[in-house]
Structures are given as structure tokens and as C-alpha cells.
């Protein structure tokens, strides 16, 4: 009886192992040097898909939204993030508006880590030529950013003129990219659901590849004109395999697309 028992539980181990795939468990590419390659391998294609969450809100906090960042219940408002009086209000009347005031809609792309939340995917390009990182995003109107890695600092907001993607300066950790940007202005929305920020917004970034299939996205953001303190966001982006990232590109106010989406245009 009990060499029964232990054959049905190989047995059943067996059968799960068979369900995850023949993909399953991939380890993560990497380069020639040994650095972590983010897009695809030579010879083959892809990119980043879908993420695990739809909006961006405060590391350990839950609260329901749809995909466009719209919250389920207007009173989880003040647990997204640890707003000061005036963005909480902002917020607020945002959330109460059905996000009318989306700038996506005026065709003003989306920065900072919304675009991971972009519908069409997105691919992240080393170029050691020029010692560049380049974000390369279907949504948003076909869009891209581009990472300085050659030592440079992020400059101080106040010195400098604010632009939609900032100004980004990149560095590794180990296998950890690290991204720190300043300098954006605040014309756009950062995240979907509406969150504020003023000029005075920094973002640290952390790319990370655990695994071939995963994406892992930490962000840690700093503005004190609009948060009480510095607060942080984390979630991972699925790999789609063998695919390229949609192009996408915007048509103001079409009110029957909605916040944030696009016309696709077929490869």
C-alpha cells in the first residue's frame, strides 16, 4: 500500500511538470559578456506583453481597478498612494471624472511607468555602441526611451527644462538595471487612473530578468510637492515569444476608443 501511495504521488508530480510546458523554467538569456539580455536572442523575436497589475499604486497596498487605472470603490482612493491634500483632490476629481481628462486622449503619450501598462508591448535594446539602453513601445503613439549609460547623473528638475520622458541615466546592479530619471514636466499622466505629479518628480527605476519569461519592475517615486514621502510600486510584465509590438498610433478624442487606446496598424 504504501509503495502505491508513493508511485500516485511520482505520478501526479510527473503530470504537473508535463502542464507547464516544454518553455517552462527557461533560464535568462544573456549577452556575450554575461550581461542579462532583455529582448530577444539572435535569429529570433519577441517582446513584453502584458503586466500583472493594471495601474500603478503603492507596494503592499490592494485595491480594484479596471485596466484603465479606475478604481472599483472611490474611498480606496487615499490608500493608492500617500498623496498630499491638494493631489488626493486631484485625484479624486479625476477618478469621479471617468478619467475624461486623460491627456492619451489629446494624443500626448504616456511616460514614466505607464507605458508598461501601454497596450502593444514593449522592448528594452542594448546598444554598446553609443553605451545606450533604448525602450522601445507600441502604445502611446510608437514611442521610445532612450537610457544613458555612460556615468552621467540625472540632473536637478530645477535646472533644466521639463520634457515628456525626462532626462534618464542608467547604471547596473549585478543583473539589475537601474534607471534614475528627473526633469519631466507634467503635462502627461504617469500612471493610468490619473496619479499627479509636479516637475519635481524623480523615478528610480530596477529592471530585472529572474527568470526567460518574466520581467521584474521596481519603482520607487519622489516628489514632494505631490507625496508626503518617497513610495514604491512593483509588478511583473510577461514575455511574449515570437511576436513583434503592435504599432499603434493616435487619433484625438475618439471617444469610442477610450482613454489610452490607439489604432493598431498590421505589420
Same mark, same amino acid.
Given at each position: 500500500m504504501r509503495h502505491s501511495r508513493v508511485a500516485a504521488l511520482l505520478? =501526479? #508530480? #510527473?503530470? #504537473?511538470?508535463? !502542464?507547464r510546458g516544454p518553455d %517552462?523554467?527557461?533560464p535568462t538569456p544573456r549577452h +556575450? !559578456?554575461?550581461?542579462?539580455?532583455?529582448d530577444s536572442e539572435p535569429g529570433n523575436r519577441? $517582446?513584453?506583453?502584458? #503586466? %500583472? =497589475?493594471s495601474s500603478l499604486f503603492e507596494k503592499g497596498v490592494q485595491v480594484a481597478m479596471d485596466e484603465n487605472g479606475l478604481l472599483a470603490n472611490i474611498a480606496d482612493a487615499p490608500r493608492v498612494a500617500p498623496f498630499q491634500p491638494w493631489a488626493l483632490a486631484l485625484y479624486e476629481y479625476r477618478q469621479r471624472n471617468g478619467l475624461k481628462d486623460d491627456p492619451t486622449r489629446a494624443c500626448i503619450a504616456p511616460s514614466g511607468p505607464r507605458h508598461l501598462h501601454t497596450a502593444g508591448g514593449f522592448r528594452i535594446i542594448r546598444d554598446p555602441t553609443y553605451d545606450r539602453m533604448y525602450v522601445l513601445f507600441g502604445g502611446g503613439n510608437r514611442n521610445w526611451r532612450v537610457v544613458f549609460m555612460d556615468g552621467r547623473q540625472p540632473p536637478n528638475p530645477e535646472e533644466v527644462s521639463g520634457t515628456y520622458f525626462g532626462h534618464q541615466a542608467g547604471h547596473w546592479e549585478d543583473d539589475t538595471l537601474v534607471v534614475e530619471s528627473s526633469g519631466y514636466n507634467a503635462r502627461f499622466w504617469f500612471s493610468n487612473g490619473g496619479l499627479p505629479h509636479t516637475e519635481a518628480l524623480r523615478l528610480t527605476e530596477r529592471f530585472s530578468r529572474p527568470d526567460? !519569461? *518574466? &520581467?521584474? $519592475?521596481? =519603482?520607487?517615486? !519622489?516628489? +514632494? &510637492? *505631490?507625496?508626503t514621502r518617497p513610495w514604491s510600486a512593483e509588478w511583473t510584465v510577461a514575455w511574449v515569444d515570437g511576436g513583434e509590438i503592435a504599432e499603434q498610433f493616435c487619433e484625438d478624442h475618439r471617444d469610442d476608443l477610450g482613454p489610452s487606446k490607439q489604432e493598431s496598424v498590421g505589420e
Amino acid at each position: 500500500m504504501r509503495h502505491s501511495r508513493v508511485a500516485a504521488l511520482l505520478l =501526479v #508530480a #510527473a503530470l #504537473a511538470g508535463c !502542464d507547464r510546458g516544454p518553455d %517552462s523554467g527557461r533560464p535568462t538569456p544573456r549577452h +556575450p !559578456d554575461g550581461q542579462v539580455r532583455f529582448d530577444s536572442e539572435p535569429g529570433n523575436r519577441g $517582446y513584453w506583453g502584458q #503586466a %500583472s =497589475v493594471s495601474s500603478l499604486f503603492e507596494k503592499g497596498v490592494q485595491v480594484a481597478m479596471d485596466e484603465n487605472g479606475l478604481l472599483a470603490n472611490i474611498a480606496d482612493a487615499p490608500r493608492v498612494a500617500p498623496f498630499q491634500p491638494w493631489a488626493l483632490a486631484l485625484y479624486e476629481y479625476r477618478q469621479r471624472n471617468g478619467l475624461k481628462d486623460d491627456p492619451t486622449r489629446a494624443c500626448i503619450a504616456p511616460s514614466g511607468p505607464r507605458h508598461l501598462h501601454t497596450a502593444g508591448g514593449f522592448r528594452i535594446i542594448r546598444d554598446p555602441t553609443y553605451d545606450r539602453m533604448y525602450v522601445l513601445f507600441g502604445g502611446g503613439n510608437r514611442n521610445w526611451r532612450v537610457v544613458f549609460m555612460d556615468g552621467r547623473q540625472p540632473p536637478n528638475p530645477e535646472e533644466v527644462s521639463g520634457t515628456y520622458f525626462g532626462h534618464q541615466a542608467g547604471h547596473w546592479e549585478d543583473d539589475t538595471l537601474v534607471v534614475e530619471s528627473s526633469g519631466y514636466n507634467a503635462r502627461f499622466w504617469f500612471s493610468n487612473g490619473g496619479l499627479p505629479h509636479t516637475e519635481a518628480l524623480r523615478l528610480t527605476e530596477r529592471f530585472s530578468r529572474p527568470d526567460f !519569461d *518574466t &520581467l521584474k $519592475y521596481e =519603482v520607487t517615486i !519622489d516628489d +514632494p &510637492l *505631490t507625496y508626503t514621502r518617497p513610495w514604491s510600486a512593483e509588478w511583473t510584465v510577461a514575455w511574449v515569444d515570437g511576436g513583434e509590438i503592435a504599432e499603434q498610433f493616435c487619433e484625438d478624442h475618439r471617444d469610442d476608443l477610450g482613454p489610452s487606446k490607439q489604432e493598431s496598424v498590421g505589420e
